[in-house]
């Protein structure tokens, strides 16, 4: 049994996330959450489904699936359960899918077309990394927008996409490579 | 392949799994293969740290895909400003979270004077002889004082959900935390005793 991680510093000995009191989070610590993460979220659900409508439905969908358990999850924990929770409904959708969509919503025309959400730091590199890794697989895609640009920790990671860590370690290696290839058969890489 | 190449390709495989890990900050501690020595000698790996390098350079320049503003209203008019539950969604019948709120308050008024009577804060300084325990029943009767605690905490739980901030604005909160701080305490001046 996990310890709680006493967020309000109560220290108990209750099972982490436990909904008691002194862990429930309330509507201010549910805005702090929410701000801090829901482009994070967002990001990470558009590159995955590469459709920024899907990524937008999943990023709200996880956030009031957040306020619904804000009784078993507790702030600390809150980063972690709502990538979880994006990671599961875009694996689900795609599912239903059951074909890899890549419509012109997608991330990398918001980069092309350097709108708001692409801006104007997106160097020459950086659209042909973002080319090459909307062609990657979903599991690709995930473990490279969780690590490299999310900058999480193999452990996180291996929560959040239900993986054990030496599974994700070597997707992540094998992810990498991928891109890495593909970029040195687009010329880009020497 | 000859033999040296051979070696020179499982050199490599190994110096490719110690970039990786390098790129992740987090070096294995021993290997058979020493990355500053065999990027120095071989071109390919060399290549292939410079490629990777390049690879993170360009997903850490990727911008932030920001949410939307009006799905956030939309979040924020679901969630916090529309109260604690959701329209027509877990949401308790009004009865039962007056009920559980009536619960709560009697169970407060009822535990509040026991929880801080001088009986059980200051049973030390009573001036009658303390009757003797044995360890076995004191360790017995600690497990199942243990239980009740959790099951009423679990209850306290229930009528949380179910009552919360809609009733009493909040109030009840604090009351049932410090409800928790002095049984915390209580234990505490108990245990204290027992030794
Ligand atoms: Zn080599």
Redesign the interface.
Known sequence: MFACDGARGFGCN?PRG?????C?M??DD??RV?LRH??????YA?WVMRD?EE??DV??QS??RL??HR?TVSEAAAATWLRRTAHRLCVDRLRRQNVARNNGDG?LA??SAGG????S???E??R???AA?AALPERDRAV?VL???DGLS?EQMSEIMEMPLGTLKAA??RA?ER??RA??GAG??? | MSELGDELWRDCAKARALIQEHLDSNPRESSDVSLPTHLEECDACHEYLEGQLAVRAGLRGLPLIAFPEDAIEEVWSETISAGRFRRGEGRPAAGRRWLAAAAVLAAAMVGWPWFTSDTIRHSAERTEPVQTVDATRLARAATEVRLVVDLTNDALDRVERAAFDEPLMGRLAETLRQLRVHRGENETEESEEAI
Request: glycine share 10%.
């Open positions: 209750f436990c909904s008691f009191l002194g429930v309330n509507g549910f805005r929410v829901k482009d994070r979220v967002h990001t558009a920024v990524a937008r990023t709200q956030l009031l306020w619904e009784g991330p918001l980069l708001e959400a692409g801006g730091e997106a160097t590199l950086c042909s990394v973002a890794l490279i690590r490299e640009m193999y992540l290696h990498r891109l890495r970029l040195t880009v890489l020497g």
